[in-house]
Each structure stands twice: as C-alpha cells, then as structure tokens.
C-alpha cells in the first residue's frame, strides 16, 4: 500500500515550543530525535550487521545523504538539493522498535520533549487506486478494506481512532481531448463549486455570536480559489480542539 504515510506527533513539543506555525522539528530536535534516540533503538532492535551497514548512523550522514544528488551532479540541475531518503524496515522489527522508542524517551529527563509521541498515518488521494466502471460504493469498499488488511495489522492500531472518509463525486459525460471532434449538440464540460454555494453550507455549520463573528467551537474552514476566478473556489472544513465536531 504505497499511498499509507506514517507521521510521528509530539504534543509535548508543541506545548513547551513555539511550533506554533510549523510541523517540522527544528534541527536541533531532529538531531537529538535521531542520534539519541531513533536510531540507537534501531541497532538495538535489529542487531544485524548486514542489515545495519544500510541505514545511515548519524542524522548528520543522513542530510549528506539527502543532498549528495545534488551535490554531485551536474551545474545544470533538474532535481531538488534534498531527496527524501528510504529504508525498509521489516515488519517484525516495527513493534519493539517503537516500544523501545517510548521506553527511551520516558526514561531519560533529558528527552521529556518526545514524551507521548504517537504514531499517525494516513492515505489520502487513493480515488484512482479503487474506483472503477459500474463499481458501486460497497465493492469499492471491499477493495480498499483488502488492501488496508494486507498492509497493518489491527492488534497495533485502536479501531475508535480510525476512520475511512467516502465522499461522493459528479462528474461531466461530456468530454474533449485536443484532437476529438466534438459534434454540435455536444459540449465539453467541468463542474464547479460556485463560491456562494459553499459559502452558504459553511454557514449551515457555523454558530455565530451576536455580533457575527464565529462562536467558540464552531468548525473552521479553508477556502481554495480556483484559477483565479472569482465565483468560484474549493472549501476545506475542519473541527477544532474543544469543539462539537471533535
């Protein structure tokens, strides 16, 4: 399952930082995260040395790593100065491995920032990866719930915390590639959200104050103008921390 991405969370971090406006770690977190931590319980863990000899030993050998593309290429370059790096880990390893992180971080004063970190992941964008001619939603579940079976095993993660988002699509007959003659009653065609549409079902799901500003709890949104056209836009809405939604 490719398109599953795996996130570890630090809410202490957040607490006692000023990550505020970012979800990345400082270089100094990252480092400490790394070095101290991560991988030691990584060569505990494993304890092998064929396997060990490929995974980087330090973070410092790690951003050499990221950037050595770049660095020995070409003046003329195409690709970006950091390449994500990628290092299987098999799934035997992944339970104690994690275990040992935590016990890690709770034993050592000097790491209280890492403390209850958690794991998240999560697949977004996967329409193409299930969706089919004559499908209907309970087969296109049945595909997704498959692949997801053969890539986590529920023992390891708490099902009241996971959630599958199913969202309904419209779209258009009528299409037009560049070189298609479209005849005359037909008319290439994509739909869009008008701006007052969604603004108006944003409003269902607001409570207002009395002076029309958002009432504590209510859900926010973020809007996505599309091509810079005026009428009309993309909305993403959210729960916040304390409110009814979450």
Not at 27 to 32: E, F, G, I, M, V
Not at 114 to 128: E, V, W
Not at 143 to 148: D, E, H, L, N, S
Not at 220 to 235: N, S
């Amino acid at each position: 399952m490719d398109e599953l991405l795996m996130f570890v969370f630090f809410p202490s971090l957040h607490k006692a930082s000023d990550y505020k406006h970012s979800t990345y770690l400082s270089k100094n977190d990252q480092q400490l995260w790394l070095d101290a931590i991560v991988i030691p319980s990584i060569y505990k863990v494993v304890d092998s040395s064929n396997i060990l000899e490929h995974y980087p030993a330090s973070s410092c050998i790690a951003d050499l790593n990221s950037t050595a593309v770049s660095a020995e290429g070409l003046a003329l370059k195409e690709l970006a100065r950091e390449q994500l790096l990628k290092h299987a880990i098999q799934p035997q390893y992944l339970d104690p491995l994690w275990t040992l992180i935590l016990e890690t971080v709770d034993e050592n004063p000097g790491f209280h920032r890492f403390r209850g970190a958690m794991l998240f992941m999560h697949s977004k964008n996967t329409k193409l990866e299930f969706m089919g001619a004559g499908i209907g939603m309970t087969e296109m579940y049945d595909r997704w719930q498959r692949r997801w079976s053969d890539a986590t095993n529920e023992q390891f993660y708490n099902k009241d915390w996971a959630f599958v988002d199913l969202a309904k699509q419209t779209t258009s007959g009528d299409t037009a590639l560049p070189y298609n003659t479209v005849p005359d009653d037909h008319e290439a065609e994509v739909y869009l959200w008008k701006t007052c549409c969604l603004k108006a079902y944003q409003r269902t799901r607001t409570t207002l104050n009395i002076n029309g500003s958002w009432a504590k709890g209510s859900p926010r949104g973020t809007t996505y103008p599309w091509a810079t056209m005026r009428d009309t836009m993309g909305l993403t809405m959210f729960a916040t921390p304390q409110g009814k939604e979450a």
